[in-house]
């Protein structure tokens, strides 16, 4: 496998909807035009529950993991680049597949969780104070999506702060990564800053329940 190939598999494979799948198989239909109209595990959770909404929060972090495991698979020496940029890069485009997914006309989700799979499996220390970050401010403020952009910008600034405040040895890559996914995953929730600003958000609430 070229390294290109892998490329455009990560790609498919990023876009896989599997909320929208998981929407049809639980008998809710098209979750697209349901609820927040988002084909993530938020908005399954609020259409179809919290079954389903457990299925597509693991189906979108596996895309995530999968990507990057699979570099680790079939790299070979006569790929370009390094497999650790080959892994990061293929795991930004699986995120980019999910946002731009192939299947539904190029539309897609917020990338969130997939991202979360891909530096789980790359970042592990620091991404689970990302998701540390998020989960304190969804259980404080009851936005998922401001935990969402919060952990985002987290895993950025934990990058930058252990390159030029601890002096640890991180790639360039790796901090440009981060910090493009959090831009992108804050404009992918625009309408969201937009309902947070007007107080309209829907909070979050276990019953699944907007």
């Not at 895309?63 to 079939?74: E, I, P």
Request: glycine letters at 12%; aromatic letters at 12%; a positive charge.
């Amino acid at each position: 496998m070229s390294v290109y190939v892998y490329f455009i598999i990560s790609f498919i494979l990023g876009g896989v909807p599997f909320g929208l799948l998981i929407g049809f198989a639980f008998g809710k239909g098209d979750i697209r035009s349901q609820g927040s109209g988002n084909i993530g595990a938020t908005n399954v959770w609020r259409v179809a529950g919290p079954v389903a909404a457990a299925i597509t929060f693991i189906g979108d972090i596996g895309k995530g993991v999968a990507a990057v495991l699979l570099c680790h698979a079939f790299y070979h020496a006569g790929w370009p680049i390094s497999e650790s940029n080959a892994a990061l890069i293929g795991g930004v485009v699986a995120v980019l597949g999910h946002v731009f997914s192939p299947f539904l006309g190029f539309r897609g989700g917020k990338g969130v969780n997939t991202a979360l799979g891909v530096f789980i499996t790359l970042l592990p220390i620091e991404t689970l104070i990302a998701f540390a970050v998020f989960i304190v401010f969804v259980a404080v403020f009851r936005y998922i999506s401001l935990g969402s952009m919060a952990g985002a910008v987290v895993l950025a600034a934990v990058l930058w702060i252990e390159r030029y405040v601890m002096h640890r040895e991180v790639e360039n890559l790796y901090l440009a990564a981060v910090t493009l996914l959090a831009l992108l995953i804050i404009v992918m929730h625009r309408g969201n800053i937009k309902r947070l600003m007007h107080g309209d958000e829907n909070r979050f609430h276990f019953s699944g329940a907007a």
